[in-house]
């Protein structure tokens, strides 16, 4: 399987033949799609899904750090409608929208906030010989 960027959107080709096609218009903050469209002999197997997880993060829709908005048109039957909530689509208004805020539980730090270097203690372990802890497992019984 290839996507190959075109004008309008992506396409998806299956070897040397084009089965799927997505239009999507890039936005500041996201991108809104338009016709989303897989061949009905390559439809149920995954293929719809992948070319709509790739334009997704084509568009950064996957980045943990920034907030995106995709829209796209209000499906017209309950399998497109599944289709689209798969990915987090919700409808609003006159059409589905997936909105996704940046993850503030991650913490970034690119440079140093320590001034002074830090010291690490090592600690070794010797083990025990077996005849002390014989000993010791002796001397506690009586």
Known sequence: MKIISIDSGFALYKEKDEIGRCALTPTPKGGTFGAFCILP???????GSYLLKEALRALGGYDREQATVFTAPLPTDPGEAA???????????TQLVRRRTPDLSLIHISEPTRRTPISYAVFCL?????????????????
């Open 41 to 47: 002999q390559w439809r149920r197997k995954g293929y």
């Open 83 to 93: 289709f689209w909530a798969k990915f987090d689509f919700q409808p609003e208004g």
């Open 126 to 142: 010797k083990k025990k010989t077996i005849s002390y802890a014989v000993f010791c497992l002796k001397k506690k019984k009586s």
